[in-house]
């Protein structure tokens, strides 16, 4: 299981992210890894990673500028290694646990999981495609794009990411 963080200037909610989700990726019981791109920060950011990319399991990909979410994107998807790699917002817009209801949709089959939020903002329901839906969106498109409302939260199987990558 992977986790790709995009940061730019997020040291402070970094600083709470990481302790949270190395707590929650253990309890669910994969090997895990978190990916933090840092995509040129000029905050406290890179002091905050040199210290949580001596612990195993963590490590950063730096950016020397802030290259764009697109970017910055690709190079986490790039460099994940899981059967299944997290996209998360490094300011914590919801609760960690979520993660654990992603990881058990993907077991039951979705190869695509993502948060919704309604037009207050909040967030409202978790939603996954399964794999012919999957299936649908790559044989359509060059690209495949997440319905009007997703997050920052989304689980992506590895053969997602791999469309993604080609």
């Not at 190395?22 to 950011?45: Q, R």
């Not at 654990?100 to 409202?124: D, F, H, S």
């Not at 498109?141 to 997050?151: F, K």
Request: overall charge negative.
């Amino acid at each position: 299981m992977s986790c790709v963080i995009l940061s730019y200037d997020n040291a402070l909610s970094l600083s709470h992210l990481l302790p949270t989700l190395s707590d929650t990726l253990t309890e669910c019981g994969y090997p895990w890894e978190v990916i933090v791109v840092n995509a040129g920060s000029d905050d406290a950011t890179n002091q905050l990673l040199r210290g949580w990319s001596e612990i195993p399991g963590f490590w950063t990909v730096p950016l020397s500028t802030d290259a764009g979410q697109a970017m910055a994107l690709a190079v986490g998807l790039a460099a994940a290694r899981g059967d299944a790699v997290i996209l998360l917002d490094a300011k914590l817009h919801y609760a960690p646990s979520l993660l654990a209801q992603m990881i058990m949709q993907w077991e039951n089959g979705a190869e695509l999981v993502y948060a919704v939020r309604n037009a207050a903002g909040e967030l409202t329901e978790l939603a996954g495609w399964d794999a012919a839906t999957v299936d649908r969106m790559m044989n359509a498109a060059d690209s495949m794009n997440l319905p009007q409302g997703s997050t920052d939260l989304a689980l992506m199987d590895r053969r997602v990411v791999k469309f993604l990558l080609a």
